[in-house]
């Protein structure tokens, strides 16, 4: 598990309150019990941890895995460093 995935996992499961076990790439943050409204802070939340800005397109809170999340973040911390 990388160190992205790990704290997002973290981030989500201390939002949502539920057990970071339970939580899976596949996982949609819906699938997880997370409200319209608490997904916005777990975005927030993210966001802020990783100091980077999520384009809007990126974020699906119906359909988008939590995997896709990761792969967002992964790729908004690569062109900031890159």
């Known amino acids: 598990m990388s160190n992205v995935q790990q704290e997002v996992f973290e981030i989500i499961s201390k939002q949502a309150k539920i057990d970071i076990g339970a939580i899976k790439l596949e996982s949609t943050l819906k699938d997880l ?6 997904a916005i802070e777990v975005i927030f939340d993210i966001e802020e ?7 809007n397109e990126e974020v699906d809170f119906e359909s988008g ?9 992964e790729r908004q911390l690569a062109q900031k460093t890159g």
């Not at 019990?33 to 608490?38: E, F, I, P, W």
């Not at 941890?49 to 384009?55: K, M, Q, R, T, W």
């Not at 895995?65 to 973040?73: C, D, F, M, Q, S």
């Open 65 to 73: 895995t939590v995997g896709h999340l990761i792969e967002a973040v």
């Open 49 to 55: 941890h990783f100091n980077i800005n999520l384009p």
């Open 33 to 38: 019990g997370v409200a319209s409204l608490d």
